[in-house]
């Protein structure tokens, strides 16, 4: 059963939603504001984001405070994938490990 991304009109958040088939017409409800003002995105869910795509989307909900404190590293990663009812990648996890003992990626230490 296929996943689409829908983006609300009114709050500019996105829901996932199931498609019982790829030609039925989806009836796309806002998880956070109830509105039916959904615009399909063209990506699927079912592609997991990247690290960088996470970071350039993401990068200014965290700030420099946030990476000073290590046990806060990847807390805000962890929480959008939450917001989006997705398992963080194996890989984001150990990433984020290996941040939380000072091994940052190249993608922080620019910031
Ligand atoms: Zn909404």
Redesign the pocket.
């Known amino acids: 059963m296929p996943i689409y991304e829908y983006r609300?009109d009114?709050?500019r958040?996105v829901s996932s939603v199931f498609v019982r088939s790829v030609s039925a017409q989806a009836v796309a409800t806002?998880e956070?504001?109830?509105?039916n003002g959904m615009q399909r995105l063209m990506s699927r869910v079912a592609r997991l984001k990247t690290d960088s795509d996470v970071l350039s989307e993401y990068g200014d909900g965290s700030g420099p405070e946030g990476v000073r404190d290590p046990r806060q590293i990847g807390r805000w990663v962890e929480k959008r994938f939450q917001e989006y009812g997705m398992e963080v990648p194996a890989e984001t996890r150990e990433q984020i490990a290996r941040a939380r003992e000072g091994d940052l990626p190249d993608a922080v230490k620019d910031v």
Do not use: P, T, Y
Not at 32 to 35: E, I, V
């Open positions: 609300c009114d709050c958040r806002c956070h504001c109830g509105s």
